[in-house]
């Protein structure tokens, strides 16, 4: 048994949102209570103290859309890349990127990231992997580091046709071989859902077909109208919008992830709603692409379960909390917008999406919950207190403030110091992996 205590502590849990002075009980996965850090010391005399040193004790962060193979792109420069446009961007940097990634790159990418998300206290990852030049088995590598770091994740394949009708099938195959395998786990760490890129590149036969080898139990994870390139070709050769494409193929779903949605109007967000089907936003990666600001308020307005993802641009949840709020400010030109939604959408909405595909709550310290808990060096200089926490945490905090690290009862990181990986080493196994890659993409 383990207490974290001795810090200001941010629960989530609406029948207790916070304590000046409190402390979290662990017992082996789960949490077993959650109070005053003395009165928890008295009840617990025997337990391991994990001292907070008065910083501030919160649920770990969940990341509801990640790119695991973007790992090898920081600082890539490819020969020749100038993009105009969005599918220049995919052409040209990311699906030239995933052509040449072998297995151990795979792998290697998921290190880099699943450790850049412990330092920044994200346990939880919904990742959307592509590596067009080693498919089978992709999955499997990154479960693998996944294990080895001690993280809890829900991985896919994109499945798309863009290099063709045997690396096609090839994505289908992964996805229903790693779904099955993770069905029949009963860690509660790993978690699938059926892949799928982007309508633009899936052909109403793929989709059959993807529909034929999805194992009943899950949903799809798919790409929804990033670039206004997407809706484009979805008018032209169906004559309908991408939203109502996916509703005729039945691809919506409360357990369907849909990433983006930027160019959808009210009428397909009111399906996204019938259907119960998730959303998550990616403010960075919207802007860094030039795609434009997705209607996400409206969005979580209507009532459809929204989170918030990195999409790989970055690993830290609260950046791009950070951006998504002065995003949605500037674009509506109102100084009052995304106060109350996005923190909703980072802290509800994400820990509502984890519990679609995994059993134990989490985002939330609560008796019962996974004992997924984080720990940072915040000291804040204002008086702090339950009605003002998110505003401490949107001037305050980054991800860089998280100094320990816990994911279902094991210390990750502690003080800053990972205990499940050489860090040193894992660096510079990814750094000669990736100085291969970069050799194999430009020659």
Not at 40 to 45: H, I, V
Not at 73 to 97: C, E, H, Q
Not at 230 to 243: A, P, S, W
Not at 249 to 256: A, C, E, V
Request: hydrophobic share 40%; net charge negative.
């Amino acid at each position: 048994m383990q207490i974290i205590g001795n810090g200001r502590l941010i629960t989530r849990d609406a029948a207790q949102p916070f304590f000046e002075n409190g402390a979290v009980v662990m017992d082996g996965k789960v949490i077993k209570e959650v109070g005053d850090f003395t009165a928890m010391k008295t009840k617990y005399p025997e337990a391991e103290l994990i001292d907070a040193r008065g910083g501030v004790i919160m649920p770990a962060f969940i990341n509801a859309h990640e790119h695991i193979y973007s790992a090898m792109a920081r600082g890539l420069s490819v020969n020749g890349y100038d993009p105009k446009g969005f599918l220049d961007i995919l052409d040209g940097m990311w699906w030239t990127l995933d052509r040449h990634l072998t297995l151990e790159q795979t792998r290697q990418s998921a290190m880099a990231t699943y450790i850049d998300s412990i330092k920044n206290g994200v346990t939880t990852v919904f990742d959307h992997h592509a590596s067009y030049g080693a498919i089978t088995g992709s999955l499997f590598a990154i479960e693998d580091a996944a294990r080895e770091l001690g993280v809890r994740t829900c991985l896919c394949y994109e499945v798309s046709d863009r290099d063709g009708e045997e690396k096609m099938k090839a994505g289908v195959y992964e996805n229903e071989a790693f779904i099955r395998h993770a069905l029949a786990d009963d860690s509660d760490m790993i978690a699938a859902m059926f892949g799928l890129h982007a309508q633009f590149t899936l052909s109403d036969q793929t989709l059959e077909l993807c529909a034929q080898h999805k194992p009943d139990g899950v949903g799809y994870h798919i790409h929804v109208a990033e670039g206004i390139e997407d809706l484009h070709d979805c008018l032209r050769k169906y004559g309908k919008r991408i939203v109502n494409r996916l509703m005729d193929m039945n691809i919506l779903g409360p357990k369907t992830l849909t990433a983006h949605c930027i160019y959808v109007n009210p009428q397909e967000m009111e399906l996204l709603k019938a259907t119960d089907t998730m959303v998550v936003h990616n403010p960075e990666s919207n802007m860094g692409n030039a795609c434009g600001c997705p209607p996400t308020m409206e969005i979580f307005r209507k009532g459809i379960l929204t989170g918030l993802g990195t999409d790989g641009y970055t690993h830290d949840m609260l950046e791009s909390m950070k951006v998504a709020n002065v995003l949605h400010k500037h674009n509506s030109c109102n100084p009052n917008e995304a106060w109350a939604e996005v923190p909703a959408i980072l802290f509800d909405g994400n820990a509502k999406i984890a519990g679609r595909y995994f059993k134990s709550p989490l985002g939330v310290l609560k008796t019962g919950a996974a004992a997924d808990v984080i720990v940072t060096d915040y000291n804040p200089l204002t008086p702090m207190d339950a009605s003002n926490i998110n505003g401490h945490i949107l001037f305050g905090m980054t991800g860089r403030h998280v100094v320990t690290t816990v994911c279902n009862g094991k210390v990750l990181m502690k003080d800053r110091e990972l205990l499940v990986v050489d860090e040193e080493k894992a660096l510079a196994d990814c750094r000669q992996e990736a100085a291969k890659l970069w050799k194999s993409i430009n020659g």
